[in-house]
């Protein structure tokens, strides 16, 4: 099967500090990755979709400054958290695909806390 | 803009019982629809998919799930569950083309049975 993992699993921080999250996909190529946030007792939300090479498309409402993403190979993206703020505290979700028309494989999470 | 309503967020069963997991959507454009499954510290897996054909969609551990356009529904159902189906289950949505892929989840199931 297809495998995404992420690290760290759960990460506390200082408020200010910035976060990097990786996801990889473990024994397969995935062009697109994508960014998922979930608030406790919500739905996933989808943060941003990225493209290995290209430039991360955020959805609306997610700050592109604040939730920088990177996909420079196609087994790697990351998401860095700058800045980060108690509200930052969340449970994040990455999904790796081969193409952005196939099915999409999700990591086991990272729980970020921010005191 | 599309959204998906979960209507249970919990569902006690016992086991070899029938079970149905509710999912109603809404969006303005056609759809495509998935139920993805969750088990305990792992990430999502799909389960089954709707994209075009048949409107009844079956996975292979004997769930199955129909389309109906009409009452917007997509609700997942098992004649007879597994103690090892306890997982929270998630209904999504996406749209086609360039959308295809950017997922739009429901606030998930959990579904717990019982010996």
């Known amino acids: 099967g297809a495998v995404v993992s992420q690290h760290p699993s759960w990460v506390i921080c200082k408020s200010g500090t910035s976060v990097k999250i990786e996801c990889r996909s473990l024994?397969?190529?995935?062009?697109?990755m994508f960014w998922y946030r979930q608030f406790p007792k919500q739905s996933l939300m989808l943060m941003a979709t990225s493209n290995e090479g290209s430039k991360a498309t955020y959805e609306q409402g997610v700050e592109k400054d604040k939730f920088l993403i990177n996909h420079a190979s196609l087994t790697l993206s990351t998401l860095t958290v700058t800045s980060a703020h108690p509200e930052d505290s969340s449970f994040y979700i990455c999904?790796?695909?081969?193409?952005?028309?196939?099915?999409?494989?999700f990591g086991p999470g990272t729980r970020l806390l921010v005191l | 803009a599309q959204s998906v309503t979960q209507l249970d967020s919990q569902v006690p069963v016992f086991e070899e019982a029938p079970v149905e997991l509710r999912c109603n959507y809404s969006s303005s454009v056609s759809v495509y629809l998935f139920w993805y499954v969750q088990y305990p510290n792992q990430g999502l897996q799909l389960l089954l998919k709707?994209?075009?054909?048949?409107?009844l969609v079956e996975s292979i551990n004997g769930f199955e799930a129909e389309f109906n356009k009409s009452q917007t529904s997509f609700h997942l159902r098992k004649p007879s569950v597994h103690i090892s189906d306890t997982a929270e289950y998630f209904c999504a949505v996406s749209g086609g083309g360039t959308s295809y892929g950017k997922l739009t989840f429901g606030q998930g199931t959990i579904l717990t049975v019982h010996p």
């Open positions: 709707y994209l075009s054909g048949s409107t």
């Open positions: 024994d397969f190529q995935a062009t697109t």
């Open positions: 999904s790796a695909a081969r193409t952005s028309q196939e099915t999409q494989y």
